[in-house]
């Protein structure tokens, strides 16, 4: 079956506190990006991966890393997690030059920094 | 600043009438338009696309409707079914290749049985 996999779907954790929240998808997808949903702000882009070891910012970036060594995994990385990073977060993906915009999303990971 | 703006958070509809998901932008550069359908604990889905080429495009009971010159779509859904209760996304990007999405806020449809 097709899919994208997070990991953890839910998670607490007190500030300051290293986690990643892993994201592995299984259609050879070339385009993976991590969303995150907030109230009143809808979804909005923190970073994305053209491809393997080429990643870039997005809309907000700030206090997250991501890497891309291997084409199906995608991890998004807090090194120092905020209480404003309390997030509902969504990877998506997607084949590079396929439909523009429909992408695959996993069934997301909720976090809360304490 | 909201480039995609979705002002109505949330609607009820009967069951069996039409349902209106409204959107508005600003970036006139946006270039491909999408609707997601999302329900709780599970991700977006893709639900119907349009370019900006077209002014409407239908698939089954979904039709989404593109007026450029007032930077508005919408998303018509006749005859509404309980199952469409979710979370619609509006969502815009600059075209072809460009797999960045700049989602709206999302609208909250609830079907009346």
């Known amino acids: 079956e097709a899919q994208v996999t997070q990991n953890p779907r839910y998670l607490i954790t007190v500030t300051g506190k290293k986690l990643t929240v892993t994201c592995s998808q299984n259609m050879n997808h070339e385009y993976m990006s991590w969303y995150r949903q907030d109230p009143g702000l809808g979804l909005r882009q923190i970073y994305y991966?053209?491809?393997?070891?080429?990643?870039d910012k997005g809309d907000v970036p700030e206090g997250y890393k991501v890497s891309r060594k291997e084409k199906r995994n995608f991890p998004l990385i807090l090194e120092s997690p905020s209480p404003n990073q309390t997030s509902l977060y969504f990877c998506?993906?997607?084949?590079?030059?396929?439909?523009?915009?429909?992408?695959?999303f996993g069934e997301g990971s909720r976090l809360t920094v304490l | 600043d909201q480039q995609v703006k979705q002002n109505s958070p949330s609607l009820s509809v009967q069951e069996g009438r039409i349902s209106i998901l409204n959107c508005d932008y600003t970036n006139s550069m946006f270039d491909y338009f999408l609707w997601y359908k999302k329900y709780p604990a599970e991700g977006p889905t893709f639900l119907i696309s349009?370019?900006?080429?077209?002014d409407k495009n239908e698939d089954g009971r979904f039709t989404v409707f593109l007026n450029k010159s007032a930077k508005h779509l919408s998303l018509h859904i006749v005859p509404s079914q309980p199952g469409d209760s979710a979370v619609y996304f509006c969502a815009a990007s600059l075209g072809s290749g460009n797999e960045k999405l700049t989602f709206g806020t999302g609208t909250r449809l609830t079907i009346i049985p």
């Open positions: 991966s053209m491809n393997v070891e080429v990643t």
């Open positions: 998506a993906s997607n084949l590079a030059g396929g439909r523009a915009g429909e992408l695959f």
């Open positions: 349009i370019s900006s080429i077209k």
